[in-house]
């Protein structure tokens, strides 16, 4: 029997791979023109993405599924209309969005009728979001009516967009005005809070040095740090230094104009250690050994026997009779030794280490902010072992092989920046403990204010009541959807 060759054993298997991708994409594709007949246009796309993912050149692939979203698109823009025929406008108005976000998704721009419904229900909408935007300028929350614009802005044509974004940032403005004229002596953080709010619409004015003097005496505008590094390694000494300073600096007690100096006291020890022990391993293998081994064999020889041979006499016609000589195989049996193979475990004696490691942290911190003391405290330790050894014996299985530890610095990095988180959440603890306690003062805009914009320096999460309320009341907006659209703008 003739053997394929290497060559042509490749190229067999390389066209039935390419037959198995063909016939892949034919079957997806004939799904994908089956669902497409049914109206199941959802799942047409399935296929049809399954498809060309397999075959990015298949023609009518790529042809079938550009049909088969249009038709989505189409059903969606349909259910669009549904909606706002029943006057369910605001059912409407997000089933378009999600239009345009499939849009987006699919790098589709729309063509023949899906484009005439989808600006005709883009056109038929817009009056009931004008009228959102416009019901929140009333209502006095021009940030709540940036929000709404800002959330339905792609229903929104770019004159018309305009056109009410001019409206808003007005009406914006004026609420600045407004706000301003709230502003009383000793409430700091109103101030400043004011100060960003009129900010986000174009008002540059900047904080009056009389608020900004107040905000800064009730903060900390260093901290004297002292890490006692005897027992620490200088790496331990410098990460410390570096992460509760950054940890300072990110908390609310802290502004870089701030009078106050608040200190730091660490002491802590550090260690990595690492031993190495020499020990013998054995590496367990097979091989063949050969052996003699005595087995019945099978043989052939010649035997010699006499066989009678008649002859007759052409003469006389006498019949004579001789014996004649002959040789014949015979097939015996003997006893031979043999050689044989067997495998043999062995195994192979080589020197490696065991490696150790002992790699442990302790820090202790005590913090004062002027009267009011922090601590913080870790301790932590990691051991391993492993083996590590310079054999190359491929026979055997055996490759050097160094010790997987831990990265002594990595590990001791995580562990200081762990107890500057410990340290940061401490002093944010103390700030809301201090000064996230709804004291009932409302008799001004600015005390409530000022109240709820101390206790937010933390950025609590969730924000307590009052100060939620205190959101919703003054702009119409959650805390957290307001402070995004804020700090956003700032």
């Given amino acids: ?4 060759s290497a060559s042509g054993l490749a190229g067999t298997i390389t066209a039935m791979a390419a037959l198995m991708v063909q016939i892949g994409c034919t079957s997806m594709k004939e799904r994908g023109s089956q669902a497409m007949e049914a109206g199941n246009y959802e799942q047409a796309v399935t296929f049809y993405e399954q498809s060309v993912a397999r075959d990015p ?4 692939a790529v042809a079938g599924l550009r049909r088969s979203r249009e038709q989505v698109l189409s059903q969606r823009l349909i259910q669009v209309r549904n909606a706002r025929l029943a006057g ?3 059912a409407a108005v997000s089933s378009l969005i999600g239009v345009f976000e499939t849009q987006k998704k699919w790098e589709m721009t729309p063509g023949g009728g899906v484009a005439f419904t989808q600006q005709e229900e883009r056109e038929m909408l817009q009056p009931h979001l004008a009228a959102k935007v416009e019901s929140d300028l009333k209502g006095g929350f021009p940030l709540r009516a940036q929000s709404t614009l800002k959330a339905y802005s792609a229903v929104f044509d770019p004159v018309g967009a305009a056109r009410i974004q001019a409206r808003v940032q007005q009406s914006g403005k004026g609420s600045c005005e407004t706000l301003r004229k ?10 400043h809070w004011v100060a960003n709010y009129c900010r986000f619409w174009g008002d540059t004015a900047k904080l009056g040095d009389a608020a900004k003097g107040a905000l800064s005496d009730g903060l900390f505008g260093k901290m004297q740090l002292t890490v006692h590094a ?3 390694s200088p790496e331990v000494h410098g990460a410390v230094n570096e992460a509760l300073s950054k940890a300072f600096r990110n908390s609310p007690w802290y502004d870089p104009s701030g009078k106050h100096v608040a200190t730091a006291s660490v002491t802590g020890s550090s260690k990595i250690e690492k031993s190495r022990d020499g020990i013998i391993l054995e590496q367990p293998y097979q091989e063949n050994e050969s052996y003699i081994e005595n087995a019945v064999v099978k043989k052939t020889r010649q035997v010699e026997y006499f066989e009678p041979v008649r002859t007759t006499d052409p003469a006389t016609g006498q019949i004579s009779e001789k014996l004649e000589r002959r040789n014949r195989p015979e097939v015996y049996e003997t006893v031979e030794p043999q050689t044989r193979k067997r495998p043999v475990s062995r195994t192979y004696r080589y020197p490696a280490f065991r490696v150790r490691q002992h790699l442990s942290l302790h820090l202790s911190a005590q913090f004062d902010l ?19 050894h310079d054999e190359n014996q491929p026979k055997y299985g055996l490759k050097p092989k160094r010790a997987d530890l831990m990265d002594a ?3 001791s990095r995580e562990r200081v920046e762990q107890f500057a988180a410990s340290f940061k959440n401490k002093v944010t603890e103390l ?5 996230c306690r709804d004291s009932g003062d409302a008799g001004t805009l600015a005390h409530s204010g000022n109240q709820v914009e101390l206790c937010m320096r933390a950025r609590v999460e969730p924000a307590p009541g009052f100060a939620e309320a205190w959101y919703q009341k003054i702009l119409g907006l959650p805390y957290r959807e307001a402070r995004a659209l804020l700090d956003v703008g700032m």
Wanted: glycine share 6%; proline share 4%.
């Fill in 370 to 388: 002027e009267g009011k003391p922090v601590e913080a405290l870790l301790t932590d330790s990691h051991e391993a072992e492993a083996i590590e």
């Fill in 57 to 60: 050149g298949d023609a009518e």
């Fill in 431 to 435: 700030w809301v403990t201090d000064y």
């Fill in 88 to 90: 369910n406008l605001d």
């Fill in 230 to 232: 005897e027992a620490l």
């Fill in 182 to 191: 709230e502003l009383i002596a000793g409430k700091p953080y109103f101030s």
């Fill in 1 to 4: 029997m003739k053997l394929a």
């Fill in 409 to 411: 610095s990595r590990w």
